[in-house]
């Protein structure tokens, strides 16, 4: 008896494995390498929680999925705003007949339209002091009558959301007006990060504390429930307005085939499948198997999936699958603690930034496909330029000698040690241990101090380190992002963690963030990004390149630094998955 | 018949006994080379380059290279040392700490007692890493936290069994013989009764040895550890991300480093025990 019943649990088992390919359904299978802490936008601080929000909410703009450099355009807005002369008043149309998610918050369950108020409602609930919204620093300070509301109700019992602010004004039941308080071009980013994404007052009040893992957003696609589980699975929205994919793009995407389902509604596919698998060998596997459609290459797996740091390794070849290598927009540094008046020593930092080998570095720990960074913004933002060489970053090892012996430390006599903090990560360690191997041949001691990412975080927001090492990612793509980072009223806490002061880059920076996109401010990012260099305020390190793999059935994927609104643009061929899922 | 006296017992029990012998032979070495890379006689030179990145195991390199050409049978070396150091500093400091407290404890009963057995039940409910993680954060890294933290965690359990062994001895005939002749609790508790017990320390200190090597390791393998000196907790950490590459020589050679020292030490711990210990006489 025992074993008939075992036998046929078994066979349960082998059909339910062999039948979970679905070929009459257009589904995309996707790795989130994190748990979701929830959806509620405000909330939103990591890339992970951001891209599955993308798929249910959306934003007054959002990011062009094909062109590049990259491009906003109207999501929820009907066009892009007015902007006053004065750049500080932004009139938003909403577009007609966008409708929320049904859900049991409305009024018979059906979803509403969406109006002027809530985008009004989205915005106060990003400032609202009882949330503790970590996206609020993107409108801290920034919007009229904003942070006044915000003081009052610290105090107050419940907020007040009926109350007026003057910067946030609605037109009529469409329109919208922003009122800021000073000029800030970046604005109509900020709008399109997930923090700013729109939600329905109702759905708020109805679910209350239940509100994160109810998502009701006027998205392409549903979810009704999230639990926390290693699978999320979300289905195309049936109320979804129409929306077309792009019919334009960046040169040579149509040769791509990236303009093939130009005109038609979106989304593409019927469900998303989004595994969360935070191993790097299971997510592996999962690809290899086809379980996955689309895979960043964890690092450890590089080697065996791209031969030579080029070439895709046959086996993948033949199964279809295709690499695809993206820059990113990110910068990694050794940063001074320019407090130490051992670092006002310009040629000393010039001299330790001379004497690291960064081809080396870039074989050992990029494998050779990082991009070395002259300069502070990476290529692919405006201020950035191909020509530009910083001298001071070529390994010479006489020259470093002769700057350092200027420097008043010949041959490093007379310097003390110097302690790196870094992250306690196997890479991080390494990348200081190479430094630091590197300096010991001009006579500087390096020494590493490992920490946690808080502790680290920490130690650089109070000024307690000598010099330490970080990435910066971009948050949105503008020069600003990256410039700022070297801005004097930026010193720690805020995001200038290597205390640089300098008079004349201050000055000009502030003239440039001013100004609006276009050829004049690129020109003055250029001039600064230019000029800082040679100053050797940090030791520049590399902008990295991001690895990904696809199956030959995803269609229509395009790296995206920004890419919580890309998954509605992918599509799927049902004929070579069914084609090519024989060779899996 | 002759009798002889326990250490001279315990001794001939232990001559006897060969696997023991040998795995005395192996600690021997082990602090034989601690020392010398100590001294600065042998690898000394571990952070120089020998060769190209990632060189497999030869006979020039006996153990390979590591990502950045140094030859890991140096490293190896100098993570000997690291290794010894640690066990022989949380000897030093756990011992009488453990020793002190828990003959007090047993000696004195009373409130004496109360506290110590509140102290070392409160440090033992912590997981042991916790305490030991959050101790290395206080201090900041480097080696001379990891001796002050693993020396201020592995005494509790010699301190109990101290305790426990003074207790029971306290009542003995000899010790009321030197109460009676005049013998304060000083001279009772550290003239009569600690030799009586003092074969506890070295079983267990044998014991601890190999504790504090391992906690060295997982220390050094989260970061916490050594910096900027090599030890086989970093080595493996280093190794996590070169195994899938194929470079298994710095896994293999922190791992076979590890064990020999580790399943010495437990060898010998039995046999010390079996020697020393007069309830095992004989079984």
């Known amino acids: 008896m025992k074993a008939a019943v075992l036998l046929i649990g078994l066979l349960c088992l082998i059909i339910s494995c062999s039948k979970d390919r679905n070929f009459d359904e257009r589904e995309l299978h996707l790795i989130s390498p994190e748990k979701i802490a929830g959806f509620d936008p405000i909330q939103a601080s990591d890339m992970y929680s951001g891209n599955e929000i993308g798929k249910v909410y959306e934003g007054l703009f959002e990011f062009h999925p094909l062109k590049r450099p990259y491009e906003l355009m109207p999501n929820l807005a009907d066009a892009l705003p007015s902007v006053s002369a004065d750049g500080l008043t932004y009139t938003i149309k909403l577009k007609q007949g966008v409708l929320f998610h049904d859900s049991p918050a409305f009024k018979e369950g059906k979803g509403r339209e969406l109006k002027a108020d809530d985008v009004i409602y989205s915005i106060k609930r990003l400032a609202d002091p009882k949330l503790q919204a970590k996206g609020w620093w993107l409108l801290d300070d920034k919007i009229i009558g904003l942070n006044e509301w915000r003081e009052k109700n610290v105090a107050a019992p419940a907020t007040t959301y009926d109350e007026e602010i003057e910067g946030l004004k609605k037109i009529d039941a469409l329109t919208v007006a922003f009122k800021l308080k000073k000029p800030y071009p970046q604005f109509l980013y900020a709008l399109a990060m997930p923090y700013a994404f729109i939600v329905p007052k109702e759905a708020v009040e109805h679910f209350g504390k239940e509100f994160l893992n109810h998502p009701v957003g006027t998205g392409p696609f549903i979810l009704p429930v999230f639990q926390q589980s290693n699978r999320i699975v979300y289905t195309k929205n049936p109320t979804f307005r129409e929306k077309l994919y792009p019919s334009e793009g960046e040169e040579g995407d149509d040769k791509r085939g990236l303009l093939a389902d130009a005109g038609k509604k979106i989304p593409l596919v019927d469900k998303i499948i989004v595994d969360i698998i935070v191993e790097s060998q299971p997510k592996w596997l999962s690809f290899q198997k086809a379980r996955a459609d689309l895979l960043e290459i964890p690092k450890d797996n590089f080697d065996s999936a791209v031969l030579g740091g080029k070439e895709l390794a046959p086996e993948l070849k033949s199964k279809g699958i295709r690499l695809f290598a993206n820059a990113q927009l990110d910068v990694t540094f050794f940063a001074f603690n320019h407090d130490d008046p051992l670092f006002k020593n310009k040629k000393l930092r010039q001299a330790m930034s001379m004497a690291w080998d960064r081809g080396e570095a870039n074989k050992l720990f990029y494998n050779s496909a990082a991009v070395e960074a002259q300069s502070v913004i990476p290529p692919g933002l405006g201020g950035y330029r191909k020509e530009f060489r910083n001298p001071f970053i070529k390994y010479d090892l006489d020259m470093a000698k002769k700057l350092l012996a200027e420097a008043g430390y010949p041959n490093g006599k007379g310097l003390p040690a110097i302690t790196i903090q870094t992250r306690n990560e196997t890479v991080s360690r390494q990348i200081i241990e190479h430094f630091a191997k590197n300096l010991e041949k001009i006579g500087i001691t390096i020494k590493v101090g490992m920490n946690t990412w808080p502790e680290l975080v920490n130690k650089v927001t109070k000024r307690q380190h000598q010099m330490y090492t970080m990435a910066w990612g971009a948050d949105y793509p503008d020069a600003e992002n990256f410039l700022g980072l070297l801005y004097c009223p930026n010193a720690s806490p805020g995001s200038n963690g290597s205390n640089y002061c300098n008079q004349d880059f201050d000055t000009l920076f502030k003239t440039a963030t001013l100004l609006q996109d276009g050829p004049e401010r690129s020109a003055f990012y250029e001039k600064l990004n230019e000029t800082v260099a040679v100053d050797s305020p940090w030791i520049f390190g590399f902008h990295r390149t991001k690895f990904y793999l696809s199956q030959a059935w995803l269609k229509n994927f395009k790296f995206m630094e920004f890419n919580h609104s890309q998954f509605q643009y992918l599509n799927v061929d049902l004929e070579v998955k069914k084609e090519l899922s024989k060779k899996f | ?283």
């Open chain 2, 1 to 283: 018949m002759k009798s002889n006296s326990l250490w001279k017992d315990a001794f001939y029990r232990l001559s006897k006994d060969k696997l023991a012998l040998c795995a005395l032979f192996i600690v021997v070495i082990y602090f034989l080379v601690a020392v010398m890379s100590g001294a600065g006689w042998i690898a000394s030179s571990w952070s120089q380059e020998v060769g190209a990145s990632n060189l497999a195991p030869s006979l020039d390199h006996l153990f390979g290279t590591d990502i950045f050409g140094r030859s890991v049978f140096q490293k190896l070396i100098r993570g000997t040392q690291v290794a010894m150091s640690v066990g022989v500093a949380a000897a030093v400091i756990a011992i009488p700490i453990g020793v002190i407290l828990g003959a007090l404890a047993g000696y004195f009963g009373g409130w004496v007692d109360d506290f110590v057995t509140w102290l070392y039940t409160t440090f033992s409910s912590v997981p042991n890493i916790m305490l030991l993680i959050s101790i290395t954060l206080i201090l900041g890294k480097g080696i001379f936290s990891v001796y002050v933290a693993l020396g201020a965690t592995s005494w509790v359990n010699l301190c109990r069994l101290i305790r426990g062994e003074v207790m029971k001895h306290k009542e003995r005939e000899y010790v009321q013989a030197a109460g009676a002749i005049g013998g304060g609790h000083f001279r009772k508790l550290f003239r009569h009764i600690l030799p009586n017990v003092g074969h506890i320390i070295i079983i267990n200190t044998s014991m601890q040895f190999q504790v504090a090597i391992k906690s060295e390791v997982i220390l050094s393998y989260l970061g916490l550890g050594v910096q900027g000196e090599p030890s086989w907790g970093t080595m493996i950490d280093d190794a996590k991300l070169e195994l899938v590459r194929g470079v298994w020589w710095q896994l293999a050679g922190a791992t076979i480093a590890m064990f020999l020292i580790l399943l010495a030490f437990n060898i010998l711990g039995d046999a010390l025990r079996d020697a020393l210990d007069p309830k095992l006489k004989g079984k």
